[in-house]
């Protein structure tokens, strides 16, 4: 059975640093790709970020690109993403994803999901 759990979520004030880790189990790691989306309160969830199934190539939404950085650790079995210049419109529940095809398209559906963890940014 496949898990996917985040955490390291909490408050910061605005121009602060957060990261957030992804723990995955179930599955051959290696072969999945990886995504973080978010939904901020009230409205749709969006994607954040994603990278390819040895971690060395990854896109980012245009809002976070700069400001964040998605990494892996395939022998851990963890995505990272790294979170800074954080604004208050980064608030939002962050959740981790995983699927086994087009890792770098960040469109679609992803195969499995962690019950997210809550950023929130105050100004």
Not at 32 to 59: L, N, S
Not at 62 to 78: L, P
Not at 81 to 101: G, H, K, V, W
Request: glycine share 12%; hydrophobic share 35%; charged share 20%.
């Amino acid at each position: 059975q496949v898990q996917v759990k985040e955490s390291g979520g909490g408050s910061v004030q605005a121009g602060g640093s957060l990261t957030l880790s992804c723990v995955v189990s179930g599955i051959l790691f290696g072969s999945k790709c990886m995504a973080w989306f978010r939904q901020p309160p009230g409205k749709e969830r969006e994607v954040v970020a994603g990278i390819d199934y040895i971690g060395h190539t990854a896109e980012y939404a245009d809002s976070v690109k700069g400001r964040f950085t998605i990494s892996r650790d395939n022998d851990k079995k963890t995505s990272t993403l790294q979170m800074n210049s954080l604004e208050p419109e980064d608030t939002a529940m962050y959740f981790c994803a995983i699927r086994a095809f087009g890792c770098l398209s960040l469109q679609g559906d992803y195969d499995s999901w962690g019950q997210g963890t809550q950023v929130t940014v105050s100004s």
